[in-house]
């Protein structure tokens, strides 16, 4: 099975979204998502690529969807999980692969991910989607960064790796 990381930004609700955007423009977050994600391969759902609305710079963009007809120039499709791993298999890439969201695909790859970077946002927002619940026993806090944005939210970047062999396997 592939490694994969979690990278999301969440409120104090484990709010991710608001009618298919992000809730908040915060410039540090997306400055911290970029920095950590560039030049690396980026896993996302196809509601997200559609609020993206373009293929991510310096980064293999790979969408998820059931849509046999889904193609965009520059952006890699697949239509399951089975069928993504047979492909990062043969690109034998040395890239991270960030599951970059959202929340149907965050729940998908819970259980398989060993990283998750998460910002929190010390404020809570109005809006419509959320990241699964988890169970933190199974995840050990390994970096904290707290930062204030110019927005006026304060911010942590925690980077949580899975304790011993928690994860599942692919069936
Ligand atoms: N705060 C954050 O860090 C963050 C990050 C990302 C997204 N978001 C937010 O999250 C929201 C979108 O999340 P969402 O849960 O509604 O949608 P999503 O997870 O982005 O996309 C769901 C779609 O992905 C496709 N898909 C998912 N799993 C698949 C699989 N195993 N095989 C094939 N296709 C699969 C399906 O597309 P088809 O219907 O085409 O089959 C499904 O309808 C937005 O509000 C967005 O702004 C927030």
């Given at each position: 099975m592939q490694d994969y990381s979690i990278i999301v930004a969440m409120d104090r609700n484990r709010l991710i979204g608001a009618r298919n955007h992000l809730p908040w423009r915060i410039t540090e977050d997306l400055a911290y998502f970029r920095t950590r994600t560039l030049n690396q391969n980026v896993i996302m759902g196809r509601k997200t690529w559609l609020s993206i609305g373009k293929a991510l710079d310096e980064r293999t963009n790979i969408v998820l969807t059931n849509d046999l007809g889904f193609s965009y120039p520059g952006v890699i499709v697949q239509h399951s999980i089975a069928e993504l791993e047979s492909w990062l298999v043969s690109q034998q890439s040395p890239n991270e692969n960030f599951i970059i969201g959202g929340a149907g695909v965050f729940e998908q790859f819970l259980p398989l991910a060993c990283k998750m970077y998460i910002t929190r946002i010390e404020h809570e927002f109005e809006g419509d989607t959320y990241f699964p619940p988890y169970?933190?026993?199974?995840?050990?806090?390994t970096s904290y960064e707290t930062q204030s944005s110019s927005s006026g939210y304060e911010l942590s970047f925690n980077l949580y790796e899975r304790r011993g062999e928690t994860h599942a396997k692919l069936g």
């Amino acid at each position: 099975m592939q490694d994969y990381s979690i990278i999301v930004a969440m409120d104090r609700n484990r709010l991710i979204g608001a009618r298919n955007h992000l809730p908040w423009r915060i410039t540090e977050d997306l400055a911290y998502f970029r920095t950590r994600t560039l030049n690396q391969n980026v896993i996302m759902g196809r509601k997200t690529w559609l609020s993206i609305g373009k293929a991510l710079d310096e980064r293999t963009n790979i969408v998820l969807t059931n849509d046999l007809g889904f193609s965009y120039p520059g952006v890699i499709v697949q239509h399951s999980i089975a069928e993504l791993e047979s492909w990062l298999v043969s690109q034998q890439s040395p890239n991270e692969n960030f599951i970059i969201g959202g929340a149907g695909v965050f729940e998908q790859f819970l259980p398989l991910a060993c990283k998750m970077y998460i910002t929190r946002i010390e404020h809570e927002f109005e809006g419509d989607t959320y990241f699964p619940p988890y169970n933190e026993e199974e995840w050990l806090l390994t970096s904290y960064e707290t930062q204030s944005s110019s927005s006026g939210y304060e911010l942590s970047f925690n980077l949580y790796e899975r304790r011993g062999e928690t994860h599942a396997k692919l069936g």
